[in-house]
T-cell receptor
């Protein structure tokens, strides 16, 4: 139990569906992340919400849309996905201090396995 | 974008053997972390290294950070089946422009230890 909870753990969706992944952290952290993990590829950072700012990886398609209503909750809204979007989506959180390096630990959830058919 | 390479991609050994996995970059890391990910779970932090030449030990795991801070290694002594997992390194390169910064992960080394 890392303090980061993701739901659902498994999701199968069609290419025309709209679904959302949910993440909640119970650690009091001020930064939350979405990562994509595909087989034999590096973890890809998709989105970061940190200190009330959102930072995006410009290579992430617009069919992925994040939402962070507060510092404890993070969503990833999915629509019109492609089969190549099938992957493990990991949510993570950390405590970040702007201007200071602290070697922060990133705490990951167990991930949501997404299959697009 | 800085590239972070891990080798080997896959390693299968017998229980009791030793193993070493590597993490390399062409750029100098400001810090580097090692994670282990077990099947069905998210990655879990093992160690953070900061200083060139630093060596840290965690039971049977020894982590070394290169003197030039461009590479790191993880050595496991007398591996056990419980050491099976995906070992990921994550590097952070900039202290100034990326001060609240993001770690960039490698693709990982899949380690399988058979009884």
């Amino acid at each position: 139990e890392t303090g980061v909870t993701q739901t659902p753990r498994h999701l199968v969706m069609g290419m025309t569906n709209k679904k959302s992944l949910k993440c909640e952290q119970h650690l009091g952290h001020n930064a939350m992340y979405w990562y994509k993990q595909s087989a034999k590829k590096p973890l890809e950072l998709m989105f970061v919400y940190s200190l009330e700012e959102r930072v995006e990886n410009n290579s992430v398609p617009s069919r992925f849309s994040p939402e962070c209503p507060n510092s404890s909750h993070l969503f990833l809204h999915l629509h019109t996905l492609q089969p190549e979007d099938s992957a493990l989506y990991l949510c993570a959180s950390s405590q970040e201090d702007r201007g200071l390096w602290s070697g922060n630990t990133i705490y990951f959830g167990e991930g949501s396995w997404l299959t697009v058919v | 974008t800085q590239l972070l390479e891990q080798s080997p991609q896959f390693l299968s050994i017998q229980e009791g053997e030793n193993l070493t996995v590597y993490c390399n970059s062409s750029s100098v890391f400001s810090s580097l972390q090692w994670y282990r990910q077990e099947p069905g779970e998210g990655p879990v932090l093992l160690v953070t290294v900061v200083t060139g030449g630093e060596v840290k030990k965690l039971k049977r795991l020894t982590f070394q950070f290169g003197d030039a801070r461009k590479d790191s290694s993880l050595h496991i002594t007398a591996a056990q089946p419980g050491d099976t997992g995906l070992y990921l390194c994550a590097g952070r390169w900039s202290l100034i422009t990326d001060s609240w910064g993001k770690f960039q992960f490698g693709a990982g080394t899949q380690v399988v230890v058979t009884p």
